[in-house]
């Protein structure tokens, strides 16, 4: 079985979500990946995969989410551990596959931890090319701010890792600043 790159895994992804939010979210947490991949010198482009086949299944199934993951990937050759790995980012809220490896603990953290920095990124003039640390951490304390995104199951991840939330949310930025134009982060032009 090849070991699935990320221009299979957007091969894949189109065949099932159509939804721009959904397809922006899957590319945050792709570019999210691969930093995490560099940190732990692993296959970015392996991790930037796994991260963007992360919520295959959520346009289809919003109900069932990772109900129909193994179904709609198996058949078309991604290993069963990318499929767990996709699987493990649900732990706690909408699965039972409890993160085990970087990759999954990785998964499972920068999923929730990319609409904070995304929603950070988008107030400033700068975008996320001259987004700090300090200012996510800021706004990762205010409840309000993104209210949507888990800080407990973040800081989850970050403990999984034996990670400070500090060195996660630096990898985070550093990955989407690469996608910065795709994501539609980059510094705004002025009026």
């Not at 010198?41 to 919003?62: I, T």
């Not at 990759?103 to 996320?128: C, H, N, Q, W, Y």
């Not at 949310?169 to 996608?179: A, F, H, S, T």
Request: hydrophobic share 40%; with cysteine.
């Amino acid at each position: 079985m090849a070991k699935l790159t990320l221009a299979r895994a957007r091969e894949l992804l189109q065949k099932h979500v159509a939804e721009k939010h959904l397809l922006l979210h899957a590319l945050a947490v792709s570019a999210a990946m691969g930093a995490m991949a560099e940190l732990f010198h692993e296959d970015r482009d392996h991790w930037e995969a796994v991260g963007y086949l992360h919520d295959v299944d959520f346009e289809k199934y919003p109900g069932e989410h990772l109900g129909h993951v193994h179904e709609l990937l198996s058949g078309e050759g991604v290993d069963d551990a990318d499929i767990r790995a996709i699987l493990s980012h649900g732990y706690g809220h909408c699965g039972d596959v409890e993160p085990q490896v970087n990759l999954e603990k990785s998964l499972f953290t920068v999923d929730e931890l990319t609409g904070i920095v995304m929603a950070a990124a988008l107030m400033r003039p700068g975008g996320i090319s001259d987004l700090e640390v300090k200012s996510v951490m800021k706004k990762f304390k205010d409840k309000r701010f993104a209210a949507k995104c888990d800080r407990d199951l973040i800081l989850n991840g970050c403990e999984r890792l034996s990670l400070p939330l500090e060195t996660v949310v630096e990898r985070v930025i550093e990955g989407m600043r690469r996608y910065m134009d795709e994501l539609g982060l980059g510094p705004k032009a002025e009026a």
